[in-house]
């Protein structure tokens, strides 16, 4: 894009601002300006490479804005995974119906029992033998 193109495209997106900053109001100043000395062409020239540059950062900063969106993304798409699977545990353990979705058992009494669990100061044994049950049930239904 050649500069003059370039200068025309950007002071009519300057024009278009509600509050262009004075850096932004002295370049418009001075393109509009028929003749030019020396001095206010030096300025010109200066305040063009500013307002390049800021259109370049200003693009920096949309190019990571998007980075970290697509990253949020990913790891929201991650945890549902996860919770996905966690439901699919219920499902397999038989305490959620597979068509429905809906607990086969109490909500409360299912969330009561869950909770116990997760407080229980269970023996490395017991949870050794959970651990056999439940791969044998995964695996058996993976296998089907």
């Keep these: 894009m050649t500069q003059d193109k ?8 300057i024009r278009g601002l509600k509050a262009p900053n004075d850096q932004q109001r002295l370049m418009l100043i001075l393109a509009e300006k028929g003749t030019l000395s020396a001095d206010e062409s030096r300025k010109l020239n200066a305040l063009i490479r500013a307002e390049k540059a800021a259109e370049r950062a200003q693009k920096a900063r949309a ?7 697509a990253e949020k993304a990913l790891l929201r798409k991650a945890r ?31 969330l009561g029992a869950l909770v116990s669990l ?11 033998e959970w651990k056999a049950r439940g791969d044998a049930l995964m695996a058996s239904k993976s296998a089907k």
């Design 63 to 69: 190019d990571v804005a998007r980075i970290m969106n």
């Design 80 to 110: 549902d995974h996860e919770l996905y699977q966690s439901a699919g545990l219920l499902i397999l353990a038989g305490l959620v119906d597979t068509k429905t979705g809906i607990p086969t058992m109490d909500k409360g009494e299912l």
């Design 118 to 128: 997760a407080n229980a100061n269970t023996p490395a044994e017991k949870r050794a």
């Design 6 to 13: 370039w200068l025309n495209e950007r002071l009519a997106y």
